[in-house]
């Protein structure tokens, strides 16, 4: 049996070997992966592998990415407990959002509840069912912290989707969305999710927790590049939704051009209507096939970890942290400020001595990942002090 040194010596070697994939590491203590992330060194090489085909064999090499891609759908529905016929490949998350959007059945009087801070992407679509007869109730937030049970107050018998961010992009909230599956179900309504800021480095499984709808881009915590993400829908849902973006790859005769019969495929591919971003997909797969060899669980305790020693060590420095840090709540942002002082000079400064943070809504932003350390943590303080002096 294994003793306390041994795993610990195991976990430690695979900091490193996570840290030796990512070759931002030689120049910048990277702390903005709830912005844009950069690429792990396997989804670098699957790119670079994808464009030397393509110039060389053309299209011929369509049926080895097609392949690949297929992979992809499968590891994406590995990640959250779902079966491979609920996910579809998308864009972004706003448009996955949307899917749910503008296919849920509406009528005039419906409502849909979301939260005020949100993200635009999960605030616009809503919004923009106003023109047919669908209010968007938008609760307020205390710095992030949702409050159920005014949340619940807002939901009545005309609401049909629940909409929230898994993790609070301004704030580093996490939410509860088994307590939130539940809550929008006793109404009768649907539970979307935005999970781009949790997808990938926290624990979700969809067998246990009955969201009804979930959509992320892979290019923060996934660490693939922007342009490919995924959605999930939930099987008893698939025709519920009015299908958007209906093309030749929708229907289950997808490569028999001369039948014109609108017979969809019976799962969640039946959204991917045109062809794919076959480069992005690739890279996203290998960034994904590197996360999934360390896991969900681990990447969290150990992003946990790293957010941890940063309060503690900005606390010292006279920072106010504004994140929830509770167990419950915590995620792997942290925001703060230094009261009095410039915030958006300070983070420019910051990047002048190569430290990556972000400015949202008048404060300061580290999203640090599995592969950041101390001794990024002591480069982001050091900056700091210097910005302080």
């Given at each position: 049996m294994p003793s306390s040194h041994d795993n610990t010596c195991q976990n430690a070697a695979t900091w490193i070997r996570f840290r030796d994939q990512m070759p931002v590491v030689q120049k910048w203590a990277y702390f903005d992966h709830a912005a844009v992330a950069p690429l792990p060194r396997s989804a670098r090489d699957a790119l670079v592998d994808w464009s030397q085909v393509a110039c060389k064999e053309g299209d011929?090499?369509?049926?080895?990415?097609?392949?690949?891609?297929?992979?992809?759908?499968?590891?994406?529905?590995?990640?959250?407990?779902?079966?491979?016929?609920?996910?579809?490949?998308?864009?972004?998350t706003t448009e996955g959002i949307s899917l749910v959007a503008e296919g849920f059945p509406w009528q005039e009087g419906d409502n849909v509840v979301t939260l005020a801070d949100e993200f635009p992407s999960n605030q616009y679509p809503w919004i923009n069912l106003?023109?047919?007869?669908?209010?968007?109730?938008r609760i307020p937030t205390e710095r992030g912290k949702v409050d159920l049970e005014q949340f619940a107050a807002a939901c009545d018998r005309k609401t049909r989707v629940v909409s929230v961010s898994w993790v609070g992009y301004s704030s580093g909230w996490r939410n509860d969305l088994c307590r939130l599956a539940d809550l929008a179900h006793r109404r009768g309504a649907l539970l979307m999710v935005d999970a781009i800021q949790g997808l990938g480095v926290l624990p979700l499984d969809v067998r246990q927790t009955p969201i009804d709808f979930l959509a992320a881009d892979g290019h923060k915590w996934l660490l693939g590049p922007e342009g490919a993400g995924v959605f999930f829908i939930r099987r008893e849902h698939l025709d519920r939704l009015r299908p958007l973006g209906v093309g030749w790859n929708s229907v289950v005769h997808s490569h028999d051009f001369s039948r014109i019969e609108l017979v969809l495929k019976p799962s969640a591919e039946r959204y991917e209507g045109g062809s794919q971003n076959m480069?992005?997909?690739?890279?996203?797969?290998?960034?994904?096939?590197?996360?999934?060899?360390?896991?969900?669980?681990?990447?969290?305790?150990?992003?946990?970890e790293i957010t941890d020693l940063a309060c503690e060590r900005l606390q010292g420095l006279g920072a106010v942290i504004h994140s929830d840090r509770s167990p419950e709540h915590k995620s792997g942002i942290v925001v703060f400020d230094f009261p009095g002082r410039d915030l958006q000079a300070?983070?420019?400064?910051?990047?002048?001595?190569?430290?990556?943070?972000?400015?949202?809504?008048?404060?300061?932003?580290?999203?640090?990942?599995?592969?950041?350390?101390?001794?990024?943590i002591e480069r982001l303080v050091d900056a700091l002090e210097l910005n302080h002096a």
């Open positions: 011929t090499a369509w049926p080895q990415w097609n392949s690949q891609v297929g992979g992809l759908r499968n590891l994406a529905a590995g990640l959250i407990g779902a079966h491979a016929e609920e996910i579809a490949l998308i864009h972004n106003a023109t047919r007869g669908v209010e968007t109730r480069a992005g997909m690739i890279a996203l797969r290998a960034s994904m096939e590197l996360l999934a060899t360390i896991g969900a669980e681990a990447l969290s305790r150990r992003i946990f300070i983070r420019q400064q910051c990047l002048e001595r190569g430290v990556v943070l972000s400015f949202r809504g008048g404060l300061l932003r580290i999203s640090p990942h599995g592969y950041n350390n101390s001794e990024d």
